[in-house]
């Protein structure tokens, strides 16, 4: 249960619906618990009528009876025997008949307060789930890029929506429930022991049994619902994965391969949940047994006392109690399904506990300066080695930028290129080595302001399910007039985009699927391009656009790039663009620096690129 105890901020954040409900509740049942005694109080009536029982002896048993029922059932029986003089006979048709008005009336009261009752402890329990599923998101985003790459994305959802639904089930149907059943309990135990503790011990004693079998069974429950969860996170991440690489699986022909995996994965949670099913199934009927095997027994030891003539026995008597075991039957077997619905929910709250407790590496807060970056960066000495792959990305890592230079990184695939792009956006913290911007260390300065102060434009291109005008403007707030057409405008894509029937309001698709590789970079280009910082780092970005096109953004990004502090990380090499510098990486290390006509007269590794580029170039139609 401990893992329940991080849901307690709710439960006092909305308190007064919790406390409300616990009074409905009460109030429900109270009402409910006054038909037993009232149906005792006719049933008797008639017994009395049809066996000829003069009316004095009648009353007097009737009497007896009354003083163990609820005050509210002894008021209304004392108005009832106030026959109007010389209409006994008649009266006591008639009582019988404003006996059952009466009945109906509670019935309606205790519905009517039954209602309140689910409005609110379960509208508590919705509230809640909208907490929670708030939480859970933020937290994610908080979260660093280590996690999301040693976490899948099926996992993360599955805990987002279906853990948090069967926490739900916990604040809301199981609380409600078992608060139901503790009200039952309480009253009918209470009139059951003041009518007869013979009949009360008869009627509870397979109660212990259903004690013992709710013990044993949860515990199965518990480990079952487990194995079942995580077996449906792996099953959620095989179908998003297979809907998101949908075109790859088509061109390899690999639909029965990854139908076959979806089977197997969807085979072992449809044999722990049928075997989970098979628990409950015999759980269930298990229980209702057991209640009428209790309702049999009250009625054979009443029905023996009433032969024996018992004192205090009759049969007004037996119908009370095969009522109260009536009402408490739902309750009683509701304990299973809270049990269960419990159960799953302790499991649920510990998957999502896991990721809660999940400290980030990078914390959102932890720095506390928001300085206005000019554009001066600094690298000494920063060794960075990947933890989850034990990669030595970057090693003894010096760079010194000055703000408004153009900084070329180059280098062979792998060599470390994008690493130092995800350290200047503080994605990661260096091993070793103190990265600073404007002399102030990086983790010093808070994460928002350091982001919003950098435009990026990332190696792998992502776009929303929206619009090309809301793509290009995300993460802006507001945007002046026209920035947006010449974002594209420098990044080569207006002219795309005037060509689409709905122009820049045209949807892009999932991931921008839509769209051909090159545009969606240049998309990628103009959103960075629209915030305008004074610092832009561009991560292998025109690797999907022509040779034309190539030259068009180089020649565009010149004019833009004036006085600001520009990183572009390609493996290509741009002639036609003048660095300040040209860093040339392999293996995590810088091996070569220079302009490039520096690098050219080198004849080293920066040369050898540029050969087999050109090469390459003259290769190419």
Same mark, same amino acid.
């Given at each position: 249960? $401990?893992?329940?105890?991080?849901?307690?901020?709710?439960?006092?954040?909305?308190?007064?619906?919790?406390?409300?409900?616990?009074?409905?509740?009460?109030?429900?049942?109270?009402?409910?618990?006054? !038909?037993?005694?009232?149906?005792?109080?006719?049933?008797?009536?008639?017994?009395?009528?049809?066996?000829?029982?003069?009316?004095?002896?009648?009353?007097?048993?009737?009497?007896?009876?009354?003083?163990?029922?609820?005050?509210?059932?002894?008021?209304?029986?004392?108005?009832?025997?106030?026959?109007?003089?010389?209409?006994?006979?008649?009266?006591?048709?008639?009582?019988?008949?404003?006996?059952?008005?009466?009945?109906?009336?509670?019935?309606?009261?205790?519905?009517?307060?039954?209602?309140?009752?689910?409005?609110?402890?379960?509208?508590?329990?919705?509230?809640?789930?909208?907490?929670?599923?708030?939480?859970?998101?933020?937290?994610?985003?908080?979260?660093?890029?280590?996690?999301?790459?040693?976490?899948?994305?099926?996992?993360?959802?599955?805990?987002?929506?279906?853990?948090?639904?069967?926490?739900?089930?916990?604040?809301?149907?199981?609380?409600?429930?078992?608060?139901?059943?503790?009200?039952?309990?309480?009253?009918?135990?209470?009139?059951?022991?003041?009518?007869?503790?013979?009949?009360?011990?008869?009627?509870?004693?397979?109660?212990?049994?259903?004690?013992?079998?709710?013990?044993?069974?949860?515990?199965?429950?518990?480990?079952?619902?487990?194995?079942?969860?995580?077996?449906?996170?792996?099953?959620?991440?095989?179908?998003?994965?297979?809907?998101?690489?949908?075109?790859?699986?088509?061109?390899?022909?690999?639909?029965?391969?990854?139908?076959?995996?979806?089977?197997?994965?969807?085979?072992?949670?449809? $044999?722990?949940?049928?075997?989970?099913?098979?628990?409950? !199934?015999?759980?269930?009927?298990?229980?209702?047994?057991?209640?009428?095997?209790?309702?049999?027994?009250?009625?054979?030891?009443?029905?023996?006392?009433?032969?024996?003539?018992?004192?205090?026995?009759?049969?007004?008597?037996?119908?009370?109690?095969?009522?109260?075991?009536?009402?408490?039957?739902?309750?009683?077997?509701?304990?299973?399904?809270?049990?269960?619905?419990?159960?799953?929910?302790?499991?649920?709250?510990?998957?999502?506990?896991?990721?809660?407790?999940?400290?980030?590496?990078?914390?959102?807060?932890?720095?506390?300066?928001?300085?206005?970056?000019?554009?001066?960066?600094?690298?000494?000495?920063?060794?960075?080695?990947?933890?989850?792959?034990?990669?030595?990305?970057?090693?003894?890592?010096?760079?010194?930028? $000055?703000?408004?230079?153009?900084?070329?990184?180059?280098?062979?695939?792998?060599?470390?290129?994008?690493?130092?792009?995800?350290?200047?956006?503080?994605?990661?913290?260096?091993?070793?080595?103190?990265?600073?911007?404007?002399?102030?260390?990086?983790?010093?300065?808070?994460?928002?302001?350091?982001?919003?102060?950098?435009?990026?434009?990332?190696?792998?291109?992502?776009?929303?399910?929206?619009?090309?005008?809301?793509?290009?403007?995300?993460?802006?707030?507001? !945007?002046?007039?026209?920035?947006?057409?010449?974002?594209?405008?420098?990044?080569?894509?207006?002219?795309?985009?005037?060509?689409? !029937?709905?122009?820049?309001?045209?949807?892009?698709?999932?991931?921008?699927?839509?769209?051909?590789?090159?545009?969606?970079?240049?998309?990628?280009?103009?959103?960075?391009?629209?915030?305008?910082?004074?610092?832009?780092?561009?991560?292998?970005?025109?690797?999907?656009?022509?040779?034309?096109?190539? $030259?068009?953004?180089?020649?565009?990004?010149?004019?833009?790039?004036?006085?600001?502090?520009?990183?572009?990380?390609?493996?290509?090499?741009?002639?036609?663009?003048?660095?300040?510098?040209?860093?040339?990486?392999?293996?995590?290390?810088?091996?070569?620096?220079?302009?490039?006509?520096?690098?050219?007269?080198?004849?080293?590794?920066?040369?050898?690129?540029?050969?087999?580029?050109?090469?390459?170039?003259?290769?190419?139609?």
């Amino acid at each position: 249960m $401990k893992q329940l105890y991080s849901l307690n901020k709710y439960f006092w954040k909305y308190r007064w619906h919790f406390i409300l409900g616990l009074v409905f509740v009460v109030l429900t049942n109270y009402f409910r618990i006054l !038909a037993p005694q009232l149906t005792g109080y006719v049933v008797n009536t008639v017994v009395h009528a049809i066996s000829g029982q003069d009316a004095d002896r009648a009353n007097r048993a009737i009497q007896k009876d009354e003083s163990n029922y609820d005050f509210m059932v002894q008021a209304v029986i004392q108005r009832f025997e106030q026959a109007p003089p010389g209409k006994e006979q008649e009266w006591r048709s008639r009582k019988i008949l404003y006996a059952g008005i009466t009945l109906l009336v509670i019935a309606i009261i205790s519905g009517f307060f039954m209602f309140l009752m689910r409005q609110t402890i379960i509208v508590m329990s919705r509230h809640i789930e909208f907490d929670q599923k708030n939480e859970i998101f933020t937290h994610y985003q908080q979260l660093d890029t280590q996690f999301y790459k040693t976490h899948s994305t099926g996992d993360l959802m599955n805990r987002i929506s279906e853990d948090v639904s069967r926490v739900r089930m916990y604040t809301g149907p199981a609380i409600m429930y078992f608060i139901n059943l503790a009200a039952v309990i309480g009253f009918s135990i209470y009139f059951m022991l003041k009518a007869s503790p013979k009949l009360t011990l008869v009627a509870l004693s397979p109660l212990p049994i259903l004690a013992i079998s709710i013990y044993f069974v949860n515990t199965i429950i518990n480990r079952k619902s487990e194995r079942i969860q995580s077996l449906l996170s792996d099953l959620t991440t095989n179908a998003q994965e297979s809907y998101s690489g949908i075109r790859v699986i088509k061109s390899f022909v690999q639909e029965k391969a990854m139908l076959g995996f979806f089977k197997t994965n969807s085979e072992a949670y449809r $044999k722990n949940a049928l075997s989970l099913a098979k628990t409950e !199934a015999i759980y269930f009927p298990s229980m209702a047994l057991l209640i009428g095997l209790s309702t049999l027994i009250t009625i054979m030891v009443g029905s023996m006392d009433v032969i024996n003539q018992v004192e205090g026995a009759n049969v007004g008597r037996i119908a009370e109690f095969v009522m109260y075991i009536q009402m408490l039957t739902f309750p009683v077997s509701a304990i299973g399904w809270t049990a269960s619905m419990t159960q799953r929910a302790i499991t649920s709250q510990r998957r999502i506990n896991e990721f809660l407790l999940t400290e980030p590496v990078i914390n959102v807060h932890a720095g506390s300066l928001k300085p206005k970056l000019e554009g001066n960066i600094s690298f000494a000495g920063v060794d960075f080695r990947y933890p989850h792959t034990g990669i030595h990305a970057l090693k003894d890592f010096t760079m010194q930028i $000055k703000a408004g230079q153009k900084i070329a990184i180059v280098g062979r695939t792998g060599s470390g290129k994008s690493t130092v792009a995800q350290l200047l956006l503080h994605m990661y913290e260096p091993d070793q080595g103190i990265l600073t911007f404007d002399g102030v260390p990086v983790n010093s300065i808070q994460l928002e302001s350091l982001r919003s102060q950098i435009s990026y434009v990332p190696q792998d291109v992502f776009l929303f399910s929206e619009t090309i005008q809301n793509n290009i403007l995300f993460g802006m707030d507001e !945007a002046k007039a026209g920035a947006v057409k010449n974002a594209a405008i420098q990044a080569s894509i207006h002219d795309e985009i005037e060509k689409f !029937a709905l122009g820049y309001e045209t949807l892009v698709g999932e991931r921008g699927v839509t769209l051909s590789g090159g545009q969606k970079q240049r998309i990628s280009i103009a959103r960075a391009l629209v915030k305008d910082p004074s610092i832009v780092v561009f991560d292998d970005c025109l690797s999907a656009v022509d040779a034309r096109t190539e $030259k068009s953004i180089i020649s565009n990004l010149y004019a833009y790039l004036d006085n600001k502090t520009a990183i572009i990380i390609t493996h290509r090499i741009f002639s036609l663009f003048e660095f300040d510098q040209v860093i040339v990486m392999d293996e995590g290390a810088i091996v070569e620096r220079g302009t490039h006509h520096q690098l050219m007269q080198q004849n080293g590794l920066y040369a050898e690129m540029y050969a087999r580029q050109q090469e390459q170039d003259s290769d190419t139609p």
